[in-house]
C-alpha cells in the first residue's frame, strides 16, 4: 500500500511492518500507540522504524492512518478535560479544615 508519511511516498504492507518491528523492544505508551504483534508500540516509534527518519519529521497521525490501512490495531488516548473553574484560594484550605466555603 503506497502511503505518504512526512511529505514521502512509502509503499508499506503488513508483512513488510511485522518484518521491520520484529526484534524491537517498545518504548513506554504515553500517546498513540499501535499494536504490532503481542506489543504495543507508540506511534512515534512504529513511524521512526518504518521509514528511517527522524520521528520529528512526521506526526503520530500520519503514522496511525498508515497502520489502520494496513490492518493494524491503533489507539488514542482521550484527551483530559480541563476544569475551568477558578477556585478562590481560601477554599481549597477551607475544604481541607472540613467547612466548604460556599461563594
Known amino acids: 500500500m503506497r502511503c505518504v508519511i512526512a511529505r514521502f511516498p512509502f509503499d508499506l504492507t503488513r508483512s ?40 520529528r519529521g512526521f506526526s503520530a497521525g500520519e503514522v496511525l492512518r498508515a497502520m489502520t490501512q494496513l490492518g493494524f490495531t491503533c489507539r488514542v488516548l482521550p484527551r483530559v478535560a480541563v476544569s475551568t473553574r477558578v477556585l478562590s484560594p481560601l477554599q481549597p484550605t477551607s475544604a481541607m479544615l472540613g467547612t466548604p466555603l460556599t461563594v
Open 16 to 55: 513488510g511492518v511485522l518484518e521491520s518491528m520484529k526484534g524491537v523492544k517498545p518504548e513506554q505508551v504515553t500517546g498513540e500507540s499501535v499494536i504490532i504483534g503481542r506489543r504495543t508500540y507508540p506511534a512515534k516509534q512504529v513511524g521512526e522504524v518504518i521509514t528511517r527518519q527522524d520521528r
